[in-house]
């Protein structure tokens, strides 16, 4: 069992910032990239930032220069870095995971429960 634990939304005014965390626990072997996903009411999922092993990172065009994307490889934890917040930016925010489980060898995909991110005045 594989599970992700997400932490740091909330309520900020327009121009602040926030830090979201997730941290993946369970039978881990390795995980091979993590990443931020934001879903917004009436709207699809849509990737915000991702990070592999070797900290390749991609980023959504509306969020470059404003958000940074970074990982803890020995704690299993990924981080998401929010400055310059617009009002835009409001949508729950989901960690997702991909790796391998330990025993079996098993390739895993989980996703967060998601932290929702206000950006209000």
């Known amino acids: 069992q594989v599970q992700l634990a997400e932490s740091g939304g909330g309520l900020v005014q327009p121009g602040g910032s926030l830090r979201l965390s997730c941290a993946a626990s369970g039978s881990i072997l390795a995980i091979s990239a993590m990443g931020w996903y934001r879903q917004a009411p009436g709207k699809q999922r849509e990737l915000v930032a991702h990070?592999?092993?070797?900290?390749?990172?991609n980023y959504a065009d509306s969020v470059k220069g404003r958000f940074t994307i970074s990982r803890d490889n020995a704690k299993n934890t990924v981080y998401l870095q929010m400055s310059s917040l617009k009002p835009e930016d409001t949508a729950v925010y989901y960690c997702?995971?991909?790796?391998?489980?330990?025993?079996?060898?098993?390739?895993?995909?989980?996703w967060g429960q998601g932290t929702l991110v206000t950006v209000s005045s």
């Open positions: 990070i592999t092993t070797g900290d390749s990172t």
């Open positions: 997702n995971a991909q790796g391998t489980t330990t025993g079996a060898r098993l390739y895993f995909e989980r």
